[in-house]
């Protein structure tokens, strides 16, 4: 028996062995490779090139002087890793994702009549995206910004996105606003470094912005990870039941779990050790079986909504108390990891217009504008196929649109491609119970800093919160150039006198 034939003999036992012991000592996503060895003892197969061939062991080098340009099996290899990568999202880049369910626990019906949200016990199988704001794929999961947190609900009326962050209200009621907001919270063109002062500097000038920023330098600018913070779709959805009958809400997807934020110091702890903190929370939760919930509500507003003496289609305010009353609808469940990040996750594509009959598009130019800008992203970076990718399919598809760059799994076959037809070509139904009539929001221009102003006396409810919160202020604000402070200083004076005094004494401290 030669040496090589001994040190296999001695692996393939050492292999053996290693097969009866399990590591419970290490978190599920340390040990996914052991995992899946576990569940596949033996190789799941032969090795081939991307046509199907298989690949002789040969091929698996390059050193035996053999033409690269016939290896099929390294032409494979290095021109598909050369070109892998898709481009990056410009904003929620970092995140991560599962599957679940979504149940109805309550009878909705006397407020939609979607399909979805009616039938007490009724399961749907959903795709959650949970995400960072602004930092890129490489960033911190935990860093001071807004999360995004996206549900696609896979219903028998197609599928039912909606795209919340974890804050109940969003920066600006301008779409005209996005890129501008957007480059100022990315890096500065020549440092190629987060810049305070540019954002402060938009915010002065924007003063509609300061009450996103607010919360976002409070507590809840850093939830303890994606399964203890809430999510908040931000617009007043118009929602019809099946007599015709309309009514206006806010959902809310309130965690089980339990709110939890972190400070400044935790946040600076945790980093220094792990920037995927919130990502490896959830995957090992989920393989562990703790699965995280959230209980889905919607806030119905009980007034007639042309009569409030405040504009509930703004996305920078919250509704004003007494004005509505809040709905349980059902529970969301997340109880499976994707097998492949990629395919799940980053191929994945949320639409803020993607609704069902009974859940009406908001009037508000933000929704308008989003619809058009998550739409163009995901044709850039997904292609125009993108809604017949595995993650993003519906359950039933019948279009007159086809070809173009792949998917197109069908196509189609031999539909007729052209609407209307006079040859049984897929045709539309009529929706007796879409509301008749349509609003109209007129957004102002006006300066209002009542919101940031509640916020600090009402939100921030006690001492810790509200020192907590101007600390995080004050150590952006050491960053910012002395012109921009000085606006910020009396900005935020004019929103709280107390708060501006507070802010402008811990700065000259500094």
């Keep these: 028996?030669?040496?090589?034939?001994?040190?296999?003999?001695?692996?393939?036992?050492?292999?053996?062995?290693?097969?009866?012991?399990?590591?419970?000592?290490?978190?599920?996503?340390?040990?996914?490779?052991?995992?899946?060895?576990?569940?596949?003892?033996?190789?799941?197969?032969?090795?081939?090139?991307?046509?199907?061939?298989?690949?002789?062991?040969?091929?698996?080098?390059?050193?035996?002087?053999?033409?690269?340009?016939?290896?099929?099996?390294?032409?494979?290899?290095?021109?598909?890793?050369?070109?892998?990568?898709?481009?990056?999202?410009?904003?929620?880049?970092?995140?991560?994702?599962?599957?679940?369910?979504?149940?109805?626990?309550?009878?909705v019906s006397k407020y939609t009549r979607a399909d979805v949200f009616n039938g007490i016990g009724k399961k749907t199988p959903v795709a959650v995206r949970l995400s960072t704001g602004f930092a890129s794929k490489g960033g911190n999961d935990i860093a001071r910004e807004v999360k995004g947190f996206a549900i696609k609900f896979y219903t028998n009326e197609g599928n039912l996105d909606l795209l919340g962050l974890n804050i109940p209200i969003y920066f600006y009621t301008d779409p005209s606003l996005f890129s501008p907001f957007f480059h100022v919270l990315k890096k500065n063109p020549r440092t190629n470094l987060l810049d305070t002062t540019a954002l402060w500097d938009i915010a002065t000038l924007k003063p509609i912005i300061f009450h996103g920023l607010f919360w976002l330098y409070s507590d809840y600018g850093s939830p303890n990870g994606y399964r203890t913070m809430d999510g908040f779709p931000i617009h007043t959805y118009e929602l019809s039941n099946k007599h015709g009958d309309r009514y206006f809400v806010k959902f809310n997807f309130r965690t089980e779990q339990g709110l939890e934020n972190l400070t400044a110091a935790e946040v600076?702890?945790?980093?220094?050790?792990?920037?995927?903190?919130?990502?490896?929370?959830?995957?090992?939760?989920?393989?562990?079986?703790?699965?995280?919930?959230?209980?889905?509500?919607?806030?119905?507003?009980?007034?007639?909504?042309?009569?409030?003496?405040?504009?509930?289609?703004?996305?920078?305010?919250?509704?004003?108390?007494?004005?509505?009353?809040?709905?349980?609808?059902?529970?969301?469940?997340?109880?499976?990891?994707?097998?492949?990040?990629?395919?799940?996750?980053?191929?994945?594509?949320?639409?803020?217009?993607?609704?069902?009959?009974?859940?009406?598009?908001?009037?508000?130019?933000?929704?308008?504008?989003?619809?058009?800008?998550?739409?163009?992203?995901?044709?850039?970076?997904?292609?125009?196929n993108h809604n017949r990718i595995n993650v993003n399919a519906p359950k039933y598809l019948k279009t007159y649109n086809r070809d173009g760059v792949p998917p197109v799994n069908d196509n189609m076959k031999d539909v007729p491609?052209?609407?209307?037809?006079?040859?049984?070509?897929?045709?539309?139904?009529?929706?007796?119970?879409?509301?008749?009539?349509?609003?109209?929001?007129?957004?102002?221009?006006?300066?209002?800093?009542?919101?940031?102003?509640?916020?600090?006396?009402?939100?921030?409810?006690?001492?810790?919160?509200?020192?907590?919160?101007?600390?995080?202020?004050?150590?952006?604000l050491v960053q910012v150039v002395p012109e921009v402070r000085e606006k910020v200083l009396k900005l935020l004076t004019l929103v709280d006198f107390e708060l501006g005094i507070r802010v402008r004494a811990g700065v000259e401290q500094e």
């Design 417 to 476: 491609n052209y609407y209307p037809n006079s040859f049984s070509g897929p045709v539309p139904f009529i929706d007796e119970s879409r509301p008749k009539e349509r609003i109209i929001v007129f957004d102002s221009n006006a300066v209002d800093l009542e919101s940031p102003s509640n916020f600090y006396k009402y939100i921030l409810n006690d001492e810790g919160k509200k020192q907590r919160f101007i600390d995080n202020i004050v150590s952006s």
């Design 268 to 384: 600076a702890a945790i980093t220094s050790q792990d920037l995927d903190y919130a990502t490896r929370d959830l995957y090992n939760n989920i393989a562990l079986k703790n699965y995280p919930s959230w209980r889905i509500e919607m806030d119905v507003m009980t007034h007639d909504i042309t009569n409030v003496d405040y504009n509930p289609f703004d996305v920078t305010r919250l509704w004003k108390n007494g004005t509505y009353h809040t709905v349980q609808i059902g529970r969301l469940v997340l109880d499976r990891n994707p097998d492949n990040f990629f395919e799940a996750v980053e191929l994945s594509a949320y639409n803020p217009g993607s609704l069902v009959p009974g859940i009406n598009s908001p009037p508000d130019a933000i929704f308008k504008s989003r619809t058009l800008i998550y739409r163009d992203t995901q044709n850039y970076r997904l292609g125009i």
């Design 1 to 107: 028996m030669t040496v090589f034939h001994t040190v296999l003999l001695w692996l393939t036992g050492a292999v053996c062995a290693y097969h009866g012991y399990v590591n419970n000592t290490l978190e599920p996503a340390a040990r996914q490779l052991l995992d899946f060895k576990l569940d596949h003892p033996k190789p799941i197969g032969i090795l081939t090139t991307m046509a199907g061939k298989p690949v002789d062991i040969r091929d698996t080098t390059t050193l035996n002087n053999d033409a690269l340009t016939s290896n099929e099996y390294f032409l494979d290899d290095v021109m598909h890793t050369t070109a892998e990568r898709i481009p990056e999202k410009v904003v929620h880049a970092k995140g991560t994702g599962a599957f679940g369910y979504f149940e109805v626990t309550h009878d």
